[in-house]
Nanobody
């Protein structure tokens, strides 16, 4: 079983910065990818950034150029550096991990509980 715990959310002014962290724990053979997603009230979940085991990244157009996803494989951590924050970035941010528990085994998805980010003056 994998546990994901997000942290670092809070209140920030427009134009400000915030860094989110996601810690993965449990017996994991390999993390194939990690993703940050967000969901604002009344809106659908939006995938905003993905980091693969090969260190490739993908970003949603809404955050590209402002957000940066990074990871530390040794610590099973993934981060989301958010700069130039806008009020529309306000949402609950969730961490996702796609993992394998054994070689050639099936892939599984796990989600954290989320952390609130509020961008407001």
């Amino acid at each position: 079983q994998v546990q994901l715990v997000e942290s670092g959310g809070g209140l920030v002014q427009p134009g400000g910065s915030l860094r989110l962290s996601c810690a993965a724990s449990g017996r994991i053979f390999r993390i194939l990818s990690m993703t940050w997603a967000r969901q604002a009230p009344g809106k659908q979940r939006e995938l905003i950034a993905t980091l693969t085991s090969g260190a490739n990244t993908n970003y949603a157009d809404s955050v590209k150029g402002r957000f940066t996803i990074s990871g530390d494989n040794a610590k099973n951590m993934v981060y989301l550096q958010m700069n130039s924050l806008k009020p529309e970035d306000t949402a609950v941010y969730y961490c996702n991990a796609v993992v394998r528990f054994s070689d050639n085994g099936p892939q599984y998805n796990y989600w954290g509980q989320g952390t609130q980010v509020t961008v407001s003056s």
